[in-house]
């Protein structure tokens, strides 16, 4: 079933870092799954692991309930990478002694290493690593021997080399520790024995013939909103199924300046696919009429999106009897990100934040099956495949938009009035970012519009209007963000255009909170 030479298991204990370890795994060429440590042993077995990786977690392993390492993992015979909480549960599983640190490590801590086959050449004897741990392994079991040292943990790394189990104190998967890609890549590559085969060409060829196992001979509807996962979904499966695929472009009258013309211009012109265009703005609006919560928003907007694929299958000529059952497919930009089931304390707070509409918010009776080609994808393998693809930089690099798009950016009421403010005064705010070159500087940047009025004078006369707030923010995941260091002139010039070029607005306000607390959108 896997087409994959070499496929590492994850297994998530609950480390804010499991999906880093992912991105590291996958940044070295190699495939990787994350499962959470309870997955069913079957689940995980499945995919034959060439290796498995344990990650850290929050708990002690003496804590009543807390997660433990099913026999399976031992049992399989593949190379095991244990990574702090994982290290420990080695530990207790092989039979050395796990017990509570006197001296709580965290952050930067040096530590020495001792030969073995886990680290690289380059790794030099003493290196900095980031270590977040109370409890530490007093005795190693018995095959195992200790690989490294700090002057808090005499046993910050253990090895059982001829079994091929491996455990560290530290994470190798942060940027802090040095030298901690090496490590990874030796896992992977020399102990593991996995080749390099996870690249843009590797995943593109292999999607295409999943794509095309799934398809057969049926139809595909793909929603392109012009963002970077839907449209690298449908080049992507344009490359696989050709004609077969009809993109549905839906003008949903949320959308920013400009951005209808644009996607109409790529995907219709330059790339060749067949296109629909729908104008649909009076429906959003109709459907939004009155509505100031933002998950019901959310939710009616996200419904609303697959009522008209739905409506627009008899224009396609596409025959009931097709219809009927779920046989028409409908390609998804789902990642792997939002697939993930993962124990991270941030991820399960992040699913509980918000129902992203691409996965929450698909009504029950929907009439497609869904094909998700980027779902093993994080957003950096999608952008790769796009650019290999030949999808243009103004699309591969897009900043992310809300699939609700500027609806959770009104707060409050949203009209054809509003709508066109915000639209106007985003852009400016985009049009200045460009032209100080500030755009790949910020990962995402925007203008909201607050549902409050403030006084203001313009001319002789006194004004009652709306006020922007402009949003620029500064990420790597998106999960925390800081806010960022816009250069005060360029924030002049575009408050002083938007009070002058929108019309209704009459204050401009930088929001300068952090994730958290605060989200990167308002709604
Ligand atoms: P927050 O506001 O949760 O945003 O800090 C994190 C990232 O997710 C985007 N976002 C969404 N994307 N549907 C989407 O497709 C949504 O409902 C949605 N809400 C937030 C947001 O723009 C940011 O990039």
Redesign the pocket.
């Known amino acids: 079933m896997h087409t994959h030479p070499d496929r590492i298991a994850i297994l998530d204990f609950g480390s804010q870092y499991s999906q880093l370890i992912a991105r590291r795994v996958r940044e070295a060429n190699v495939y990787c799954e994350l499962f959470p440590w309870d997955a069913p042993p079957e689940k995980v077995q499945a995919l034959q692991p060439t290796g498995i990786i344990l990650s850290g977690g929050p708990n002690s392993v003496y804590d009543p309930g807390a997660p433990s390492l099913g026999d399976y993992v031992l049992q399989v015979g593949a190379p095991v990478l244990g990574i702090c909480y994982g290290m420990q549960l080695l530990a207790r599983a092989c039979g050395g002694v796990v017990a509570p640190s006197s001296h709580r490590e965290y952050g930067q801590t040096s530590i020495e290493i001792q030969p073995s086959r886990l680290w690289a050449a380059n790794v030099p004897q003493a290196l900095s690593v980031w270590m977040s741990h109370g409890d530490r392994v007093d005795q190693v079991p018995a095959g195992f021997h200790t690989i490294a040292h700090s002057a808090n943990t005499p046993i910050a790394g253990m090895a059982d080399e001829a079994r091929g189990i491996y455990a560290i104190q530290f994470h190798p998967e942060v940027n802090h520790t040095q030298h901690g890609r090496d490590i990874i890549d030796q896992f992977l590559h020399q102990v593991c024995g996995c080749g390099s085969s996870w690249t843009s060409a590797g995943i593109i060829d292999e999607s295409i013939a999943r794509i095309r196992a799934q398809v057969g001979t049926r139809p595909v509807i793909c929603g392109l909103s012009g963002?970077v996962?839907s449209s690298v979904t449908a080049a992507l499966v344009h490359r696989a199924v050709g004609d077969q695929l009809t993109c549905v472009f839906v003008d949903t009258g949320l959308l920013r300046k400009g951005e209808g013309e644009q996607v109409i211009e790529t995907f219709q012109r330059e790339q060749g696919i067949r296109l629909v265009a729908v104008d649909a703005s009076e429906d959003f609006l109709e459907v939004l009429q009155g509505v100031t919560d933002p998950e019901e928003k959310?939710k009616r907007?996200?419904e609303k999106f697959v009522r008209i694929f739905e409506a627009q299958i008899a224009g396609l000529g596409i025959q009931p009897a097709v219809t009927n059952s779920k046989t028409v497919l409908l390609a998804q930009g789902t990642l792997y990100p939002d697939v993930i089931e993962s124990r991270g304390p941030e991820r399960q707070a992040?699913a509980k934040?918000?129902?992203?509409?691409?996965v929450g918010?698909l009504p029950k009776d929907m009439q497609f099956e869904l094909l998700e080609p980027l779902r093993f994808l994080f957003k950096d393998e999608a952008r790769a495949v796009g650019s290999a693809l030949g999808l243009p930089d103004s699309i591969v690099w897009r900043?992310?938009?809300?699939?609700?798009g500027l609806a959770?950016r009104i707060l409050g009421d949203v009209t054809w009035e509003r709508l066109e403010r915000l639209r106007a005064a985003d852009a400016v705010l985009q049009e200045e970012l460009r032209r100080a070159d500030l755009m790949r500087a910020t990962?995402?940047s925007?203008a909201v519009l607050l549902p409050v009025r403030a006084v203001g004078v313009m001319g002789d006369g006194r004004t009652y209007s709306e006020v922007i707030a402009i949003r620029a923010v500064t990420?790597d995941d998106?999960?925390t963000?800081d806010w960022a260091r816009i250069p005060y002139e360029v924030l002049a010039r575009i408050s002083s255009r938007i009070v002058n070029e929108v019309h209704g607005i009459n204050r401009v306000t930088y929001d300068i909170t952090t994730?958290p607390p605060?989200?990167?959108?308002?709604?």
Do not use: L
């Open positions: 963002g996962d959310r907007i996200g992040a934040i918000k129902t992203h509409h691409n918010g900043q992310p938009f809300p699939g609700p959770v990962s995402q925007f990420t998106f999960m963000a994730k605060a989200t990167i959108e308002w709604e």
